[in-house]
């Protein structure tokens, strides 16, 4: 469970509560499907949550001509009391392009396309980079939809601090006054992390480590441009002269002790911290001055996840300018193995991802090896650079590792293992001289994360892996969305596609509300994000001025819904009816500023649903 904006939440919190609807005789269903469409040859299912089995439904064109008949399913399980049964809807055989909708019973469907992959996402590839667009900091912004302005310009000299000491049962209270070191560090630009304006490397490198993935795959001039973004800030965050990795800028928990506010204290537009007038001492210091944290002291080895991932986003930058521009290829690769070498790997201890480390509690950390090591080698192979072979067998080390570990974990910004398996499986399959581990291995565990998704969907009523009632729902479906896809690409098999087929309609309106979850994709999608920005400057009665391409988390466990109650302090109000109908006992979706765990986005969630769209798109 990652936490963020405890302090907010504890603000607004107050004692009503949000019930589960009552049970009552199940109406009349309702149709879901992906909002987005279907490729050609792919298998196409919809559901319908209520309604009976062997029920006539019908697919008509856009002229209402009746183009396909057929009946609905047994039912695949139960969702709720108010829907005990949901029933599947196979029409796998239309196949021609063109614009359609469903019709059983009483129900007709929202409208989707049958199309090319290609022309169905590759916009929605494009919508998920502009959300990275909006997300900018710094002098460098793009205005957009939501007439973004340059803010936080004083991260240019941004005062370094020492760790700050956590503590309380969240392990998210401050514990003792922020000790600046003296050292002044520039940090300006980079993308906020989520709704809040905090800027995390943890994050930051994932994001730009899947965006080079896809660029890698298909050059795309705004991807590529997004990409440099990132990448700039992360040269700005390692300082190759001292060693130096800084790990985040600004800090989101406040003190009432200390007398200080943090980043996720106060609602506002990220320029207006500019305009503050303070000075040491005052409660909005460090909304103005932000401090910054280190991952290491200067030439101390640094947390291997950190490591992995960082110079695994300079060893892809590296690999992506090879052949436009092999001088700053090189710098790249002389970047990343400069920081690949101080990693630390004995004793490692609590990995630093943020401050606190609660925010974002990863324990995983070989896998960021293996994909660092194993960018690295490609990056070196593309160079014609001499280190190729012990960059190879350090990415079969550190795989093999990994696989020790037994981790259970699958694709999302705690455990990167299947970016890095399905980079070094070719590699593997070519011959590494001292190889630790084998293609097949590293294939085989692609395929256990599949299996496991693919294992956990058959329980679940709309075929979902991710556990709707718990945390990264959003996350981890684009996660298993990006395997199958890397899966086909690596190995040929189809045997996962009609997995990846459903948990991409999940993300699109396959689920129990009907949603999109993802800001501007579909028919209907959230409106009323967690994410200050969009409050402020966008449209939170219906327009076209919405966070485009944001992934938010999506359903969650329904203790998380009690007690909603007024609007952050200096909000723009902002609820749309989702209602309690479609809600079950255990998972709550909520388009609500107030609903942080369903409605905030997120860089980490939204990057692998820039690469899994790219994939699919370019499949």
């Not at 919809?46 to 039912?75: C, E, I, M, P, W």
Request: hydrophobic letters at 40%; a neutral charge.
């Amino acid at each position: 469970m990652r936490i963020r904006r405890a302090a907010l939440v504890a603000a607004v919190l107050t004692s009503v509560v949000v019930a589960p609807a009552q049970a009552q005789p199940s109406p009349a269903g309702h149709i879901r499907l992906d909002q987005v469409g279907f490729g050609t040859s792919e298998q196409k299912h919809a559901y319908v949550l209520g309604g009976a089995a062997n029920t006539k439904f019908s697919v008509v064109d856009s002229r209402g001509r009746t183009v396909l008949t057929g009946r609905t399913g047994a039912s695949t399980g139960s969702w709720s009391d108010r829907y005990p049964a949901v029933h599947p809807i196979d029409f796998s055989q239309l196949k021609k392009s063109g614009t359609y909708r469903i019709k059983v019973g009483g129900a007709t469907s929202t409208a989707f396309r049958v199309d090319s992959l290609k022309k169905l996402f590759s916009p929605v590839a494009h919508n998920t980079v502009e959300f990275f667009q909006a997300q900018r900091d710094g002098a460098d912004v793009i205005p957009g939809r939501l007439n973004r302005k340059p803010a936080h310009l004083t991260d240019r000299e941004a005062l370094v601090h020492e760790a700050p000491v956590f503590a309380g049962e969240g392990g998210d209270r401050i514990a003792a006054p922020l000790k600046p070191t003296g050292a002044k560090v520039d940090l300006e630009g980079g993308w906020f992390d989520a709704g809040d304006f905090v800027k995390f490397t943890h994050a930051s490198s994932y994001s730009t480590a899947s965006m080079l993935l896809a660029l890698r795959n298909k050059h795309n001039d705004a991807l590529y441009e997004e990409a440099k973004f990132g990448l700039k800030w992360l040269d700005k965050a390692w300082d190759e002269k001292t060693g130096t990795l800084y790990a985040q800028v600004g800090i989101g928990t406040g003190s009432e002790e200390f007398g200080f506010v943090g980043d996720h204290d106060v609602w506002r537009l990220p320029e207006a911290d500019d305009e503050l007038d303070v000075k040491p001492g005052d409660s909005e210091y460090y909304i103005k001055h932000r401090p910054v944290f280190r991952a290491n002291a200067a030439g101390e080895k640094i947390s291997p996840n950190l490591v992995g991932r960082v110079a695994g986003s300079f060893a892809l930058a590296a690999q992506v300018e090879a052949h436009r521009n092999p001088r700053v290829a090189r710098s790249y690769l002389d970047k990343a193995a400069q920081l690949f070498a101080l990693a630390k790997t004995s004793d490692v201890g609590e990995l630093v991802t943020a401050f606190p480390h609660a925010y974002y509690p990863e324990a995983s950390w070989t896998d960021d090896l293996e994909f660092g090591a194993t960018q690295l080698a490609l990056a070196a192979k593309a160079l014609h650079d001499k280190r190729y072979g012990q960059f190879a067998r350090a990415a079969t080390h550190w795989a093999k590792e990994f696989l020790a570990t037994g981790d259970p974990d699958t694709l999302n910004v705690y455990n990167i293992s299947a970016l890095g398996h399905a980079d070094l499986a070719p590699l593997l399959r070519k011959g590494i001289p001292g190889a630790e581990v084998t293609e097949q291995q590293v294939v085989g565990d692609i395929e256990r994360q599949l299996r496991k998704g693919a294992d956990a969907a058959r329980t679940s009523p709309f075929r979902t892996a991710a556990d709707v009632e718990t945390w990264d729902v959003g996350s981890r479906t684009f996660g298993y969305i990006t395997t199958a896809a890397l899966h086909q690409r690596l190995t040929g098999s189809k045997e996962y596609a009609t997995f990846g087929t459903q948990q991409r309609g999940f993300a699109l309106g396959t689920n129990a509300w009907g949603t999109s979850l993802v800001v501007g994709v579909g028919t209907k999608f959230p409106e009323c994000p967690h994410h200050q920005a969009a409050n402020l400057s966008g449209s939170p009665d219906g327009g076209s001025k919405v966070l485009v391409g944001a992934v938010i988390n999506g359903p969650n466990d329904a203790t998380l819904f009690e007690g909603l109650g007024d609007m952050p302090p200096g909000s723009v109000p902002c609820t749309k009816p989702y209602t309690l109908e479609f809600d079950s006992a255990k998972s709550v979706f909520a388009d609500d500023l107030r609903s942080w765990p369903s409605s905030e986005p997120a860089i980490d969630f939204t990057a692998t649903g820039v690469l899994g769209f790219s994939l699919i798109a370019n499949s």
